[in-house]
């Protein structure tokens, strides 16, 4: 192993408005569990791997932002079965893009949080992700 090298990625942190709500519904559609509580932050971890980082916020600032006047998120989260998750997330009122299958490239769909933070998911069965 290589030393002093960026090996990936630890979390990814959000800005939310109410940070017990927005926990409560990470874990409802995700399965996420809660830890590392402290003041205005949260973390949200898949089993013993770290996802999300929430962090109380007094603007109205987002994980978002916009090219060509359209909206474009800053996380991609990764699934095994797109089109289960995208209709698990409708079934449970979740605001869900439609799905596109971009060939070789994957197929993706974009849902929002209760803040509007922006994210996308990606299903693709010929890449490695370490976690």
């Known amino acids: 192993m290589e030393v ?3 090996l990936g990625i630890a979390y990814n942190v959000i800005p939310v408005k109410d940070l ?4 409560a519904w990470f874990v409802k559609h995700f399965g996420f569990n809660i830890r590392d509580r402290r003041e205005g932050n949260l973390s949200l971890f898949r089993e013993n791997r770290p996802i999300l980082c929430l962090t109380q916020s007094d603007h109205d600032s987002r994980a978002v932002f916009e090219v060509s ?5 800053v996380i991609t989260f990764f699934t095994n079965d797109v089109v289960s998750l995208h209709n698990n997330l409708s079934c449970e009122d979740v605001k869900v ?6 060939g070789e490239y994957g197929k993706f769909f974009v849902f929002e949080d209760l803040d509007g933070n922006l994210f996308d998911v990606w ?3 010929d ?3 370490v976690y």
């Open 4 to 6: 002093g090298r960026i």
């Open 20 to 23: 017990e709500k927005s926990a």
């Open 69 to 73: 006047d359209k909206k474009r998120w």
């Open 97 to 102: 893009g439609n799905i596109s299958d971009e």
């Open 123 to 125: 299903e693709h069965h």
């Open 127 to 129: 890449c490695e992700l």
